[in-house]
T-cell receptor, first 109, second 112 residues
Framework: GQNIDQPTEMTATEGAIVQINCTYQ??????LFWYQQHAGEAPTFLSY??LDGLEEKGRFSSFLSRSKGYSYLLLKELQMKDSASYLC??????????WGAGTKLIIKP | IAGITQAPTSQILAAGRRMTLRCTQD?????MYWYRQDLGLGLRLIHY???????GKGEVPDGYSVSRANTDDFPLTLASAVPSQTSVYFC???????????FGPGTRLTVL
């Protein structure tokens, strides 16, 4: 079956760096997405990786290793507004997104 | 309208009733999607449409139907609601398939 695994919850301190991991097993691979979802709101797009390596976008970076079925989202200089859930999703061979359950990130002052 | 809108924002429904959730986008995106989000689970695809006039089944289509008469609208219908359909429903769209998906604000549905 298809499976996306990510930690349920993480806690970090304001100003620090946090890495959220995602491992996947899917039928085919057509890219990996990270979304941010604040409580009670819609998911919003953060990043997309289809080739191995690191993609940097401001304070957020996303890494992909296709051979290991692994990705991480790196958040630097954490701010209180970064408290949210972070969703990992893989596009499978049918071009449908398979979603992880999300990682709830709690930022403490 | 800017982006994707969904209506209603929330709804409490008696089991057995028929309900249509509305979704409209003004971005001229070809593809649209309906997901449900339940606590502890990832988003699950209910139905999708790659272009106006076509629809397809996702991971959890039973009990739901959709139509795509035009580019902008993609309503989701529950023919006879059951308590297990209590969930938050998100509509999304993307310029094409495959592509980045953009989400509406969601509809919180409670079936009693």
């Amino acid at each position: 079956g298809q499976n996306i695994d990510q930690p349920t919850e993480m806690t970090a301190t304001e100003g620090a760096i946090v890495q959220i991991n995602c491992t996947y097993q899917t039928s085919g691979f057509n890219g990996l997405f990270w979304y941010q979802q604040h409580a009670g709101e819609a998911p919003t797009f953060l990043s997309y990786n289809v080739l191995d390596g690191l993609e940097e976008k401001g304070r957020f970076s996303s890494f992909l290793s296709r051979s290991k079925g692994y990705s991480y989202l790196l958040l630097k200089e954490l701010q209180m507004k970064d408290s949210a859930s972070y969703l990992c999703a893989v596009m499978d061979s049918n071009y449908q997104l398979i979603w992880g359950a999300g990682t709830k990130l709690i930022i403490k002052p | 309208i800017a982006g994707i809108t969904q209506a209603p924002t929330s709804q409490i429904l008696a089991a057995g009733r028929r309900m249509t959730l509305r979704c409209t986008q003004d971005m001229r995106h070809n593809a649209m999607y309906w997901y449900r989000q339940d606590l502890g689970l990832g988003l699950r695809l209910i139905h999708y449409s790659n272009t106006a006039g076509t629809t397809g089944k996702g991971e959890v289509p039973d009990g739901y139907s959709v139509s795509r008469a035009n580019t902008d609208d993609f309503p989701l219908t529950l023919a006879s609601a059951v308590p297990s359909q209590t969930s938050v429903y998100f509509c999304a769209s993307s310029p094409d398939t495959p592509d980045t998906q953009y989400f509406g604000p969601g509809t919180r549905l409670t079936v009693l």
